[in-house]
T-cell receptor, first 112, second 112 residues
Framework: DAKTTQPPSMDCAEGRAANLPCNHS???????VYWYRQIHSQGPQYIIH???NNETNEMASLIITEDRKSSTLILPHATLRDTAVYYC?????????????FGAGTRLFVKA | DVKVTQSSRYLVKRTGEKVFLECVQD?????MFWYRQDPGLGLRLIYF???????EKGDIPEGYSVSREKKERFSLILESASTNQTSMYLC???????????FGSGTRLTVV
């Protein structure tokens, strides 16, 4: 089972920041938080991941709370093309490594 | 950029046929994965491989097998296709076990 919970859907106005929350209260000390998104009819796209510190790349910023029980993905200036399902993932130990479980995600609608 | 290529975007097969879904990645990644995605069920892990000739069952391996004869190629085989295997199939690869995944565009398989 997924170790994260996310709101099922969110709206955002074009040009504004989109802040997508994720709860992962059972996360272990050495587990990373990953974010992916999936645009309709395409494969999921990796966005960003982090452990403790906030992270930023060309796509987004990731803010992780100090207790690591939750995080927020920030798209600083959302565009219509950012409309997608966003998945927050904490991987679980599995045979020889880790398993990435995709939950239901948050469906983000960016509106003009 | 890493590219994960799935040989077919759309495929229609008859019940009982043997079906091969091919996936090739061009960045020398060790790890490769096969998921299927169905409405309401999200992405589910079928099989994965951490090395050539190596394979591990995921959460729903029944009715499927895999082949990894070369590092860059990971094939999913439906031994005798059934209508309940109609789905979107997604292949992914990662450089390390802890790294982000790169997904292919998916193969939408319809079994009639």
């Amino acid at each position: 089972d997924a170790k994260t919970t996310q709101p099922p859907s969110m709206d955002c106005a074009e040009g504004r920041a989109a802040n997508l929350p994720c709860n992962h209260s059972t996360i272990s000390g050495n587990e990373y938080v990953y974010w992916y998104r999936q645009i309709h009819s395409q494969g999921p796209q990796y966005i960003i991941h982090g452990l403790k510190n906030n992270e930023t790349n060309e796509m987004a910023s990731l803010i992780i709370t100090e207790d690591r029980k939750s995080s927020t993905l920030i798209l600083p200036h959302a565009t219509l093309r950012d409309t997608a399902v966003y998945y927050c993932i904490v991987r679980v130990p599995y045979t020889g490594g880790f398993k990435t479980i995709f939950g239901a995600g948050t469906r983000l609608f960016v509106k003009a | 950029d890493v590219k994960v290529t799935q040989s077919s975007r759309y495929l229609v097969k008859r019940t009982g046929e043997k079906v091969f879904l091919e996936c090739v990645q061009d960045m020398d990644h060790e790890n490769m994965f096969w998921y299927r995605q169905d409405p309401g069920l999200g992405l589910r892990l079928i099989y994965f491989s951490y090395d050539v000739k190596m394979k591990e069952k995921g959460d729903i391996p029944e009715g499927y097998s895999v082949s990894r004869e070369k590092k860059e190629r990971f094939s999913l085989i439906l031994e005798s296709a059934s209508t309940n295997q109609t789905s979107m199939y997604l292949c992914a690869s990662s450089e390390t076990k802890s790294g982000g995944y790169t997904f292919g565009s998916g193969t939408r398989l319809t079994v009639v």
